[in-house]
């Protein structure tokens, strides 16, 4: 559910919004790229709060791109699958 909301928050509604106020879309994706990245540094330090920050500048250009959460849900979906399931498991 995290997945869903973070995508429908930060690439929906804030990279909208922010386009809609300034009509600078390239300022509304680093908006939401700085804001998801410096929430995930609470949570995760350092090190993974880069990798989360490398994530978020993907999907915010898949966004940017497509005009739509719902590709931006898949594969944050599929990151978050493999993170918490499928690496515990393998390792």
């Given amino acids: 559910m995290g997945t869903v909301l973070e995508e429908v928050f930060y690439r929906g509604y804030l990279i909208e919004r922010i386009t809609s106020l ?12 700085m804001a998801f990245t410096s929430v995930h540094f609470k949570f995760f330090g ?14 915010v250009l898949v966004y940017l791109r497509e005009r739509s959460v719902w ?3 898949v594969v944050h979906g599929l990151n978050d699958a493999f993170a918490y399931l499928m690496a515990p498991l393998l390792l």
Avoid: D, H, Q, R
């Fill in 22 to 33: 300034t009509g600078k879309t390239w300022l509304a994706g680093i908006v939401s790229w």
């Fill in 46 to 59: 350092v090190g993974p709060t880069f990798e989360a920050g490398v994530f978020a500048a993907g999907l």
């Fill in 71 to 73: 590709p931006c849900i």
